[in-house]
């Protein structure tokens, strides 16, 4: 497969390769197939495509800068670092602008209610403030477990006029949170439109997510051309569902001298159920409506995972991060949970920059990475939110 057929992806029917598809109940097949006609509908209107770019600057604060981190770059002495600062957008991460293209899509489409999944809350929070901003109801599905880890983030959504259905199936986490949103949608499809809120779950989700997030990429695309007077030689970004990371490089992906690298949640090393690093052990198999690695047992049963983030802690990856790996176009490795915090603290101490416990992934992979580069070598981390939500946590993780 040629390097430009690789951002000519997916497929119609919303295939990476092997990956992807829709494999969904029949009752969600139409609802998926209105929103997928409707997409690329707004995806080609100039009008459309006019009133997002309005709201992400004039509400999100976009564009958002590409800073170079000297002290860091100095401490590590290799590749020149910068930070690509999504945690500076409203909201204090990059999911705001994949929440505020899907909303500005379902006033288009008539819908009168959101609903959303969210682990750590930071894709409700995004929503929920979408929601209030033009005047829909919002309703956001959370496992009880994550409601007790993130009790900051219910009581900011509540403030925002959301409904949050507190979910007790299962590990009551973020899985068992997306099955309730689905059946949710499956009720009420005519009223609602479902935010998800990664490059994940079925056609046209991925697509759809990644064409909201790029607009990372192609910031830092023309930002580094106008600092460097070239592109970088490295990206690195963490990978949970995977759409911060898809974001800065999709854009990139027919430059073939940029490499890139995805970080995913290695917990507390890579042993069953203490990780979510679905490319260290994981196999093909389909979870909530798409095809992909997953971490499963050998009898199909989704395995727990863990990570000190919980942005990164769901057992799979989007399609589309499964398939560029099979191309080795971008490699794949991951952080524990203790070399996440220790990144977190030191970027806080060199930069002035805390950053969200899901970037300090990537963060940390970079600091491993950057001293044997060059010092003539250009590198971006996607800083993808702000770690003020992780505070109390790593507070009690880390003593000063
Ligand atoms: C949700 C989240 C992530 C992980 O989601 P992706 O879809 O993989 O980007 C990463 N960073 C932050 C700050 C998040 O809130």
Same mark, same amino acid.
């Given at each position: &497969?040629?390097?430009?057929?690789?951002?000519?992806?997916?497929?119609?029917?919303?295939?990476?390769?092997?990956?992807?598809?829709?494999?969904?109940?029949?009752?969600?097949?139409?609802?998926?197939?209105?929103?997928?006609?409707?997409?690329?509908?707004?995806?080609?209107?100039?009008?459309?495509?006019?009133?997002?770019?309005?709201?992400?600057?004039?509400?999100?604060?976009?564009?958002?800068?590409?800073?170079?981190?000297?002290?860091?770059?100095?401490?590590?002495?290799?590749?020149?670092?910068?930070?690509?600062?999504?945690?500076?957008?409203?909201?204090?991460?990059?999911?705001?602008?994949?929440?505020?293209?899907?909303?500005?899509?379902?006033?288009?489409?008539?819908?009168?209610?959101?609903?959303?999944?969210?682990?750590?809350?930071?894709?409700?929070?995004?929503?929920?403030?979408?929601?209030?901003?033009?005047?829909?109801?919002?309703?956001?599905? &959370?496992?009880?477990?994550?409601?007790?880890?993130?009790?900051?983030?219910?009581?900011?959504?509540?403030?925002?006029?959301?409904?949050?259905?507190?979910?007790?199936?299962?590990?009551?986490?973020?899985?068992?949170?997306?099955?309730?949103?689905?059946?949710?949608?499956?009720?009420?499809?005519?009223?609602?439109?479902?935010?998800?809120?990664?490059?994940?779950?079925?056609?046209?989700?991925?697509?759809?997510?990644?064409?909201?997030?790029?607009?990372?990429?192609?910031?830092?695309?023309?930002?580094?051309?106008?600092?460097?007077?070239?592109?970088?030689?490295?990206?690195?970004?963490?990978?949970?569902?995977?759409?911060?990371?898809?974001?800065?490089?999709?854009?990139? +992906?027919?430059?073939?001298?940029?490499?890139? +690298? /995805?970080?995913?949640? /290695?917990?507390?090393?890579?042993?069953?159920?203490?990780?979510?690093?679905?490319?260290?052990?994981?196999?093909?198999?389909?979870?909530?409506?798409?095809?992909?690695?997953?971490?499963?047992?050998?009898?199909?049963?989704?395995?727990?995972?863990?990570?000190?983030?919980?942005?990164?802690?769901?057992?799979?990856?989007?399609?589309?991060?499964?398939?560029?790996?099979?191309?080795?176009?971008?490699?794949?490795?991951?952080?524990?949970?203790?070399?996440?915090?220790?990144?977190?603290?030191?970027?806080?101490?060199?930069?002035?920059?805390?950053?969200?416990?899901?970037?300090?992934?990537?963060?940390?992979?970079?600091?491993?990475?950057?001293?044997?580069? /060059?010092?003539?070598?250009?590198?971006?981390?996607?800083?993808?939110?702000?770690?003020?939500?992780?505070?109390?946590?790593?507070?009690?993780?880390?003593?000063?």
């Amino acid at each position: &497969m040629s390097v430009s057929a690789t951002s000519a992806m997916p497929d119609a029917r919303g295939h990476f390769g092997p990956y992807g598809g829709r494999f969904v109940p029949e009752t969600l097949m139409h609802p998926l197939q209105q929103l997928e006609d409707e997409y690329f509908k707004a995806q080609a209107d100039p009008q459309f495509q006019q009133e997002l770019q309005y709201y992400l600057r004039e509400f999100c604060g976009r564009p958002t800068p590409l800073y170079y981190a000297e002290r860091l770059t100095r401490e590590l002495g290799g590749a020149k670092i910068y930070l690509k600062r999504e945690d500076l957008l409203h909201t204090g991460a990059h999911k705001i602008n994949n929440a505020m293209g899907q909303i500005l899509l379902a006033r288009r489409m008539g819908k009168t209610r959101i609903i959303a999944e969210t682990g750590a809350g930071q894709h409700g929070v995004a929503t929920a403030t979408v929601s209030a901003m033009f005047g829909l109801k919002c309703v956001i599905y &959370m496992g009880e477990v994550d409601c007790a880890r993130q009790a900051l983030n219910v009581y900011r959504m509540k403030m925002l006029g959301a409904e949050i259905v507190s979910v007790t199936a299962g590990q009551k986490t973020l899985k068992e949170a997306v099955n309730e949103a689905m059946r949710d949608w499956v009720t009420n499809v005519r009223s609602t439109h479902y935010i998800l809120g990664t490059a994940y779950g079925a056609h046209p989700y991925p697509v759809m997510v990644r064409n909201f997030q790029r607009i990372i990429g192609d910031e830092a695309r023309r930002q580094i051309l106008e600092k460097e007077q070239r592109l970088p030689d490295l990206l690195v970004a963490c990978v949970g569902g995977g759409s911060n990371a898809i974001g800065l490089f999709y854009p990139f +992906l027919e430059d073939a001298s940029v490499k890139m +690298l /995805g970080v995913e949640a /290695g917990g507390e090393g890579i042993k069953p159920e203490k990780h979510a690093a679905r490319f260290q052990g994981g196999s093909l198999g389909v979870l909530q409506g798409t095809q992909s690695y997953i971490l499963q047992d050998e009898n199909g049963q989704i395995q727990s995972t863990h990570s000190v983030s919980a942005g990164l802690d769901y057992a799979a990856v989007g399609p589309e991060h499964a398939w560029l790996r099979d191309l080795q176009r971008v490699d794949y490795t991951y952080a524990t949970d203790e070399q996440a915090l220790q990144a977190f603290i030191r970027l806080a101490r060199l930069e002035g920059i805390i950053p969200a416990l899901e970037s300090s992934h990537a963060v940390a992979a970079a600091m491993e990475r950057a001293p044997s580069m /060059g010092r003539d070598q250009l590198m971006i981390i996607n800083l993808s939110g702000r770690g003020d939500k992780d505070v109390a946590q790593v507070a009690t993780r880390v003593a000063l």
